[in-house]
Nanobody, 121 residues
Framework: QVQLQESGPGLVKPSQTLSLTCIVS??????????WSWIRRSPGKGLEWMGQ???????YYSPSLKSRMSIYRDTSNNHYTLQLSSVTPEGTAVYYC?????????????WGQGTQVTVSS
């Protein structure tokens, strides 16, 4: 059974860097054809796709976040990490990690439960 679990701080101060990790179990993150995304839901804004890393370590980012964001993986521990710099209160959201296939990168078949992140001083 494939499971995804987000891990990270619940509170971040403005201008700091947010770091979240998605721990994956039941499948290797290097398995063809899987892709691994970060998605967030903020109050009143709906779901926002942030970025993705795939089984060959290629990364893709939302144009609006690309300058502040990176995603990298740790294959030894089978997890992948989001870093988002210079956060603002608008970054307050529930952050999810999710899996898709390379033939349809935005159709997710497995989600983590989500983790609430609040950006506040």
């Amino acid at each position: 059974q494939v499971q995804l679990q987000e891990s990270g701080p619940g509170l971040v101060k403005p201008s700091q860097t947010l770091s979240l990790t998605c721990i994956v179990s039941g499948v290797s993150i290097t398995t063809n054809p899987y892709c691994w995304s970060w998605i967030r839901r903020s109050p009143g804004k709906g779901l926002e796709w942030m970025g993705q890393i795939d089984y060959i370590d290629a990364t893709y980012y939302s144009p609006s976040l690309k300058s502040r964001m990176s995603i990298y993986r740790d294959t030894s521990n089978n997890h992948y990490t989001l870093q988002l710099s210079s956060v603002t209160p608008e970054g307050t959201a529930v952050y999810y990690c999710a899996r898709s296939h390379s033939n349809d990168r935005y159709l997710y078949d497995t989600w983590g439960q989500g983790t609430q992140v609040t950006v506040s001083s």
